[in-house]
């Protein structure tokens, strides 16, 4: 797969429900970006910020990204208040990746060391 066919990891969202464990959503985000060929590995499980939705750290071919798993994807439910049927849009979890920041705010980029 050549470099620019990939997904970025920060559009990949996978999408494991309101109840899926921490461990759970960076296991499937990481399975998502393997499959989308990058090369991925845990730096780090301790969540920095357990309820924020923050799940743990990737690094992903030299770049971190901070796995989170919060209120994310457009869903429809099924409202029956009032004895009638109607589909209302929600918001349901998802687990996706940020990159993170090195000291000084700097991402490294193209174009500069």
């Known amino acids: 797969m050549a470099l620019d ?3 970025d990891p920060a559009q990949i969202i996978a999408w494991v429900g309101n109840f899926a464990s921490r461990e759970r959503a960076v296991d499937v985000w990481m399975h998502l970006a393997t499959k989308a060929g990058w090369q991925v590995a845990t730096a780090s499980t301790a969540p920095e910020d357990p309820d924020n939705g ?7 071919e030299g770049l971190r990204y901070r796995i989170r798993l919060t209120p994310r994807v457009r869903t429809d439910l099924a409202d029956d208040e009032g004895c009638t ?12 990746a940020e990159p993170v ?4 705010n700097h991402i490294p980029y193209r174009g500069r060391t």
């Open 5 to 7: 066919e990939r997904t």
């Open 54 to 60: 923050n799940c743990g750290i990737v690094e992903v």
């Open 85 to 96: 049927l109607t589909w209302r849009p929600v918001l349901s979890h998802a687990e996706w």
């Open 101 to 104: 920041l090195e000291p000084g």
